[in-house]
């Protein structure tokens, strides 16, 4: 098994709901079991168009997927939810998936790098991933902690798992 972060948002609809339902998806997905849960956090948007705050959370989980095994449940899930894969770039969405590491693999492909390419800018991941794990690092030891003070949005915490 193979621990890896997976991060979760929604700013439509009822925010809160469609982020608890994905995390339950996900575990209750065969190879995947949920470890760990960060609170919920309400947060700007970081780039995109102008809209509506999201919530956000961070799951640590256990997995027997490949990455790209992975990348595909959070699609579906997504998916499941109802998700619009025609929507804008970083716009509104009913719910994300993001596998933001995959133990300390490291993953360049056209649609999917592990570590996810934006942890470090984004106080929306950083918060809630440092949560359930203060002392993360990338696969190059970098501590995600270290990016804390330079990431971007504001994070506020709305409640406990």
């Given at each position: 098994?193979?621990?890896?972060y ?17 995390v ?15 609170g919920?956090?309400?947060t ?22 490949t ?46 790098e ?10 929306f ?9 203060p ?9 995600f ?9 504001n ?6 798992w």
């Open positions: 098994m193979t621990q890896s997976i991060g979760f948002g929604s700013n439509v609809g009822d925010r809160i709901l469609f982020v608890r339902r994905a339950e998806e996900l575990d209750d997905t065969a190879g995947v079991r949920v470890t760990r849960v960060s919920l956090y309400e700007s948007p970081v780039g995109g168009p102008p809209q509506r705050s999201f919530v956000n959370c961070v799951a640590s989980i256990d997995t027997d997927l990455p790209r095994q992975l990348l595909v449940v959070c699609k579906e899930i997504e998916d499941k939810l109802g998700r619009d894969a025609s929507e804008i770039r970083w716009g509104p969405r009913i719910i994300d998936l993001d596998v933001l590491t995959y133990g300390e693999d490291k993953v360049s492909e056209p649609d999917l592990i570590p996810h390419p934006r942890i470090r800018e984004r106080r991941v950083l918060v809630p991933l440092l949560e359930i794990a002392h993360e690092t990338d696969p190059w030891g970098t501590p902690a270290d990016s804390l003070d330079e990431a971007e949005g994070v506020d915490f709305l409640e406990s």
